[in-house]
């Protein structure tokens, strides 16, 4: 599959609704879950509300990035059609933000693009992964992607 | 979210056509990858084709899972309406099969499940997945949630 552009990767990850986070647990494997995430100053933010003690699927993705900071996003398409195929990788490193400027920005960001957010805003800490390393791949040649349909599984 | 059981992940799992798989690069970092696959004895199968020496991206993940097994693939469903959202997560230990029986019962589920596999049968190694632990949610309550639909990102 050709690879994509810098370009193209972050307008395909901005677009898109849901990505897939791993972070690794305390014995090394990589724990899974989508987020839905805004693209804020070039770095990935989720929000992680319900944070009280014991919020055990929650409170996991946090205590393991205190732990060891490594984290990667996958943002991809499918499709019947396997033309239209997509996929963009972020490696990096994830840093929870309890308050902050940029805690604020991606809070704001979340309710301009997700209408549940906007109707309730959350208020819980935001999961930051900064980006060392994107990586994206396509099936498609020549014509440009479109981004949508972006609903499904 | 409400928990969903064993059935219910299984059905879900085999019914989506796309699932996004985590290994474990030689640094310890989680690799993420799209992947179609099927449920084949209780084991998570996808083909890894054009495997030729150098081919980075898909050698990449078998090179992981023969230095260290551990994996996991996550199966879930966005929506843009949240009361809609699921996610089933598969923790378990990967190991590549070149050839046998569940090999090419894996193949012949692949090509019945995904039509462009019966029009170009894949000839390639098959990563199995074995789970470990299965776990799902679902933020919907009440009424048996409904699979599809199942395309998009």
Same mark, same amino acid.
């Given at each position: 599959?050709?690879?994509?552009? !810098? +370009? !193209?990767? /972050?307008?395909?990850?901005?677009? #898109?609704?849901?990505?897939? $986070?791993?972070?690794?647990?305390?014995?090394?494997?990589?724990?899974?879950?989508?987020?839905?995430?805004?693209?804020?100053?070039?770095?990935?933010?989720?929000?992680?509300?319900?944070?009280?003690?014991? %919020?055990?699927? /929650?409170?996991? /993705?946090? &205590? +393991?990035?205190?732990?060891?900071?490594?984290? =990667?996003? $996958?943002?991809?398409?499918?499709? =019947?059609?396997?033309?239209?195929?997509?996929?963009?990788?972020?490696?990096?490193? !994830? !840093?929870?933000?309890? =308050?902050?400027?940029?805690?604020?920005?991606?809070?704001?960001?979340?309710?301009?693009?997700?209408?549940?957010? =906007?109707? #309730?805003?959350?208020?819980?800490?935001?999961?930051?992964?900064?980006? %060392?390393?994107?990586?994206?791949?396509? #099936? #498609? %040649?020549?014509?440009?992607?479109? &981004?949508?349909?972006?609903?499904? %599984?």
């Amino acid at each position: 599959m050709p690879a994509l552009d !810098a +370009d !193209a990767c /972050r307008r395909l990850v901005a677009a #898109a609704p849901v990505g897939r $986070l791993a972070t690794l647990r305390r014995d090394g494997t990589p724990r899974l879950v989508p987020i839905t995430y805004v693209l804020v100053d070039g770095v990935v933010c989720s929000v992680v509300d319900e944070v009280k003690p014991k %919020t055990s699927t /929650r409170l996991a /993705r946090l &205590g +393991d990035v205190a732990r060891d900071p490594r984290a =990667a996003l $996958l943002v991809d398409r499918y499709a =019947a059609d396997w033309a239209q195929l997509w996929w963009v990788r972020i490696d990096g490193r !994830a !840093a929870v933000h309890e =308050a902050g400027g940029l805690r604020d920005r991606a809070l704001d960001a979340l309710c301009a693009k997700y209408p549940p957010y =906007a109707a #309730a805003r959350p208020d819980g800490v935001v999961l930051v992964l900064e980006p %060392t390393a994107w990586k994206g791949w396509t #099936a #498609a %040649t020549g014509a440009p992607l479109a &981004g949508g349909p972006v609903t499904g %599984t």
